[in-house]
């Protein structure tokens, strides 16, 4: 079972959807959660970093974690054809040396 | 964020010659240097993790002898694919880490798409 697991996609949704990206990881000691854009040919850029349940906001991007469940998710509000690229969520656990576990990470195509 | 530089963005080189790849951190010192690996329709895969000063530390399966890393200044990794070969084509990526709020290792370069021919 890998650590982290989070579906490959392809996902396609409408211009203007609410978009839903999911993982789930199996170490209960990742304490860090990341989401990640990656479009093709370029490296990761951080989106969203946290590190407590709950949800934070950032303009049309919410990160939402729940440790009970091990579970962490990224929504996209009102999504944008620029939109369009691989979303990978990585994790880092507290004793790692801030070593990076990555989701395979979820190809999401908004269609204008 | 911190600004990483990394180049060159491709490259395409004939089997059995060395590739260099540099990777810069331009505001911050980076004390420890991240090189990841990623496949096609693959998640990142850490290949070798280096402090400045000190030999590389390689991930299980990651040949030490044909990935060459040098991490000889505060600002500047490099990572050279000796005798590459076609498996070796890939998506390099590095990702410095260092002191303070920035070069918190959570930033990445652009990435280096390496062919081999």
């Known amino acids: 079972q890998k650590e982290v697991e989070q579906d490959p996609g392809p996902l396609s949704v409408p211009e203007g959807a609410i978009v839903s990206l999911n993982c789930t990881y199996s170490?209960?000691?990742?304490?860090?959660f990341m989401w990640y854009r990656q479009y093709s040919r370029k490296g990761p850029e951080l989106l969203m970093y946290?590190?407590?349940?709950g949800n934070k906001e950032d303009g049309r991007f919410t990160a939402q974690v729940d440790k009970s469940s091990k579970y962490i998710s990224l929504f996209i509000r009102d999504s944008q054809p620029s939109d369009s690229a691989t979303y990978l969520c990585?994790?880092?656990?507290?004793?790692?040396?801030?070593?990076?576990?990555f989701g395979s990470g979820t190809q999401l195509t908004v269609l204008p | 964020g911190a600004v990483v530089s990394q180049h060159p963005s491709w490259v395409i080189c004939k089997s059995g010659t060395s590739v260099k790849i540099e990777c810069r951190s331009l505001?911050?010192?980076?004390?420890?240097m991240f090189w990841y690996r990623q496949f096609p329709k693959q998640s990142l895969m850490l290949m070798a993790t280096?402090?400045?000063?000190?030999?590389?530390?390689?991930e299980q399966g990651v040949e030490k002898d044909k990935f060459l890393i040098n991490h000889a200044s505060l600002t500047l990794s490099t990572l050279t694919v000796t005798s590459a070969h076609p498996e070796d084509s890939s998506f390099y990526i590095c990702?410095?880490?260092?002191?303070?709020?920035?070069?918190?290792?959570?930033?990445f370069g652009s990435g280096t798409r390496l062919t081999v021919v």
């Open positions: 990585a994790m880092v656990s507290s004793g790692s040396a801030r070593q990076l576990t």
């Open positions: 170490n209960s000691a990742f304490q860090y």
């Open positions: 946290t590190y407590s349940s």
């Open positions: 505001d911050f010192q980076a004390t420890t």
């Open positions: 280096s402090n400045e000063g000190s030999k590389a530390t390689y």
């Open positions: 990702s410095p880490r260092g002191t303070g709020l920035r070069g918190d290792g959570y930033t």
